[in-house]
């Protein structure tokens, strides 16, 4: 097995790329070993020429932890629930193509532990076009000003499942899944990696609705300024999909976000897996 770490303008060592081994077989202690401390030193490891079937997606998965349960069952696979899919050939209710995962977030962070890790498996991918983008939110931290980073040090965000500030809607829950899914939560806008002990800005234009005891008037702005900051290409990895890929990324520190822009007419289908974390701190 080889682990190198993905060459580019704003990596910092986000990013690497595993060849040499099959997740469809048994994986040796010091090899999984060797995944989880890569997992943390890169961020996202992008673990070529895999060709797995939703079980042994699930058993390969389960090498970085425990399968967590996504909120949103209408993506399930009905023969394998705790994986879901991507595709681009859903639509909302008026016909509207849904494309999932538009716009930087982070996974669930809507949940009590929202997910350390999110896995994509590639099975359908488009000619050309699609990449995802990772924003190192470790590297944005310690990048930031040291009077903003005060200022953020002891924030709480107010996550929700659908903030009312975002542009990008998503699909509906349904009222089963709903009552699972807790109504608002509070987590630091600043949280300290549990394995790696880094800092990492924890913000989601999608699900936080507010800063705790600030004003929105106040709150938008500094949502807004810290996005802007971190997102800039010398804190992001690229990552352009290759048939067979399976890319997992550690939502503690990275954000993410997909692309819109190929040809619609082509399938781009993937399988999504995620995996328990814990309460952030
Ligand atoms: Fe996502």
């Known amino acids: 097995m080889e682990i190198n770490v993905m060459a580019g303008p704003g990596t910092h060592g986000t990013g690497a790329e595993v060849r040499g081994i099959d997740l469809g077989r048994p994986v040796a202690t010091d090899e999984k070993a060797a995944l989880n401390r890569a ?38 696979l009905p023969d394998c629930p705790q994986i879901h899919y991507l595709s681009n050939q859903d639509s909302f209710p008026d016909g509207r193509r849904y494309i999932p995962g538009e716009g930087w977030h982070t996974d669930h962070s809507n949940d009590t532990r929202p997910p350390k890790a999110t896995v994509l498996h590639a099975v359908t991918l488009p000619d050309r076009g699609g990449d995802t983008q990772f924003a190192d939110m470790a590297a944005a931290h310690d990048a930031l000003p040291a009077k903003t980073r005060d200022r953020i040090a002891d924030l709480l965000g107010i996550h929700v499942y659908q903030s009312s500030h975002s542009a990008r809607k998503l699909m509906a829950l349904s009222d089963a899944n709903r009552e699972r899914v807790p109504n608002a939560v509070l987590h630091p806008i600043a949280r300290t990696h549990p394995e790696s002990g880094r800092k990492s800005i924890y913000i989601n234009p999608i699900r936080i609705e507010g800063i705790l005891g600030m004003d ?18 010398r804190f992001q990895y690229r990552h352009q999909w290759k048939p ?13 976000k997909a692309n819109g ?12 897996v995620m995996l328990q974390g814990d309460v952030p701190r």
């Open 39 to 76: 997992f943390v030193e890169h961020g996202v490891l992008a673990i070529r020429d895999q060709k797995l079937a939703p079980p042994q997606v699930l058993a390969a998965v389960e090498l970085f932890g425990t399968v967590f349960q996504q909120h949103n069952t209408r993506f399930a």
């Open 216 to 233: 929105h008037k106040e709150a938008l702005p500094l949502l807004d300024e810290l996005l802007e900051h971190a997102t800039q290409e």
């Open 244 to 256: 067979g890929d399976l890319v997992i990324w550690d939502n503690r520190r990275l954000l993410h």
């Open 261 to 272: 822009d190929y040809d619609m007419s082509q399938t781009r289908y993937l399988y999504r």
